[in-house]
């Protein structure tokens, strides 16, 4: 069993009073960790390091290129690390290895491109401010100061380098905290971190509890910025708790994207599309595909080959290649999911596949659902509306685009969407027309570090990645220079000096 201490001003410390809490393999609900639990105290402890750090330290002043130079650090690491770490990451979260491989190799790859995107010049000359010719005006955008990350459970090493990479990136210091579910990879992460050498207090990382932890976080007043991902609700009551101080917020929150097939798509490949929208990652990702609009004329064909297909997918031990879903996180999201599932049925929704936990003997102490598909789901009912975060697609038949454009609009989050068609212009009227931070044409799931991520309505504030997204973690300042000079040429010289 592995042991993690909080990673504290670039020192492994333990908690003052000695709590520590487990975390559990989801597949056979073996123990695998144990960490250290930040109460309110040391996490105080965390904010003052980042808080030296940003105040006194050198790392807000140091060249964009001494920056990078330490960031593209992280990526070599988890690079040469990544074996243990795709490891780990399966048996903390259940993640099938297939997933967990791509995991670690973007989160290098992302973390390399946060270290080219530090060396990008954010500040801009103005004109047109004041006569022209009379000053010159600069904008410097400027790092805020210490934030504080706060992630989920269902990308825990992506999540923590989307959130380290852009704030160190813009010269910030960090105090990160991983999901008390899946804390491993966050605080392995520290290992290699505290191998490379940052100045003191620039990165902490410490487990514990959203109670406690992420309540201190959230309110401490010499936290600047709470970059946060997570579930809408706890959105909401992280900026309440930042109302007080009035920190900046982006929040990542939930979605319930909508996935329209046109009637001239490529059929096989929508269908797999499809599955892999809602079924990757047992449908924990916040931007899944959750909902399925299909057409009528080719609506039962497509419903008749993909239940035929979902039904093929080998569901069980997760670090087995051949696997296509593993276990949820967590026996609580499992019953969640399950209790969803009930309500669909209730709701009249036809259950066309699955909707059970999986018989076999090697899904046995798992946390498993059945890969599901509710058919001819009323986009109204709660199963169409409500973000599941599991294995469960709504599929929804429209008769017109346009009715499907607007039941896509016709929800509460504003994530993800997807189109797919062979006609790029048709699909390009769809995505201009969905409420969405993302839209996919022909594809899924893709994210980069260079393209703007965030929701619309009650998905988020802000974005995550790209220009828009570094500039979520810096100060915007005005410098006016005044170039007139000669005292009685100022526009303000009339105004307010006494003449004699
Ligand atoms: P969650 O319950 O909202 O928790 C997210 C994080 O917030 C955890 O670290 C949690 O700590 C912490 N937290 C909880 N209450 C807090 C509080 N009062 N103050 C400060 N921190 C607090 O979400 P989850 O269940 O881990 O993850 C699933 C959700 O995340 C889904 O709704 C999904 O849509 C969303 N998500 C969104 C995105 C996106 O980019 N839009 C990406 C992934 C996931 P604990 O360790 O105690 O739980
Ligand atoms: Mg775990």
Redesign the pocket.
């Known amino acids: 069993m592995r042991e993690y201490q909080l990673y504290i001003n670039n020192e492994f410390v333990g908690p003052a009073d000695g709590r520590t809490f487990t975390?559990?393999?989801?597949f056979n609900q073996e123990v695998?960790a144990t960490f250290a639990r930040a109460g309110i105290e040391e996490t105080r402890g965390a904010i003052k390091a980042a808080r030296e750090a940003f105040d006194r330290g050198p790392w807000p002043h140091m060249s964009p290129e001494e920056r990078a130079a330490l960031i593209k650090a992280i990526s070599d690491k988890i690079n040469e690390t990544s074996k243990l770490l795709v490891e780990l990451e399966v048996a903390?979260?259940g993640s099938t290895i297939r997933k967990a491989k791509e995991d670690v190799y973007l989160s290098a790859r992302n973390m390399n491109g946060f270290s080219k995107l530090a060396l990008a010049d954010l500040n801009e000359q103005l004109d047109g401010v004041s006569k022209p010719g009379f000053s010159k005006n600069m904008l410097l955008r400027e790092p805020i100061g210490v934030v504080a990350a706060i992630i989920p459970w269902n990308f825990p090493l992506k999540m923590a380098i989307w959130k380290l990479g852009p704030a160190l990136a813009t010269g910030n210091t960090v105090v990160l905290k991983p999901s008390q579910?899946?804390s491993v990879t966050a605080m392995e992460l520290a290992k290699l971190i505290h191998d490379i050498g940052f100045p003191k207090g620039v990165i902490n990382i410490i487990s514990g509890f959203g109670s406690d932890a992420g309540a201190e976080l959230t309110t401490n007043p010499m936290v600047d910025k709470i970059a946060f991902t997570g579930s809408t609700i706890v959105g909401q009551q992280i900026m309440r708790a930042a109302a007080g101080s009035l920190k900046k917020v982006t929040l990542e929150c939930g979605g319930k994207s909508a996935n329209i097939v046109l009637d001239d798509a490529d059929m096989e490949m929508a269908i797999d599309g499809a599955m892999y929208a809602i079924f990757y990652h047992q449908g924990q990702c916040c931007e899944a595909g959750t909902r399925l609009m299909l057409p009528e004329l080719i609506g039962d064909e497509f419903m008749q080959k993909m239940i035929e297909k979902t039904q093929r997918m080998k569901v069980g031990d997760p670090t087995q290649m051949s696997t296509d879903m593993g276990p949820l996180?967590s026996n609580k999201q499992q019953e969640s999911v399950l209790d969803y599932v009930a309500k669909g049925k209730q709701e009249g929704a036809k259950l066309a596949t699955g909707g059970g936990v999986p018989k076999s003997p090697e899904c046995k102490n798992g946390f498993f659902v059945e890969p599901t598909i509710f058919d001819h789901v009323d986009n109204k009912s709660s199963i169409a509306q409500e973000e599941i975060f599991g294995p469960v697609l709504s599929v929804i038949r429209y008769k017109t685009v346009d009715d499907a454009i607007r039941m896509a609009n016709d929800s509460i989050y504003g994530l993800g969407g997807g189109v797919w068609s062979k006609d790029t212009e048709k699909a390009m009227h769809v995505a201009r027309r969905l409420r969405t931070g993302t839209v996919w044409v022909n594809e899924w799931h893709l994210l980069n570090e260079r393209a703007p991520f965030g929701g619309y309505k009650q998905s988020g504030i802000g974005r995550e990645f790209g220009i828009d997204g570094l500039k979520e973690y810096t100060e915007s300042k005005h410098v006016h220079i005044d170039e007139v000079g000669v005292r009685e040429k100022k526009t303000w010289y009339d105004t307010v000096v006494p003449k004699n």
């Open positions: 975390s559990i393999n989801p695998i903390d979260s579910e899946t996180v």
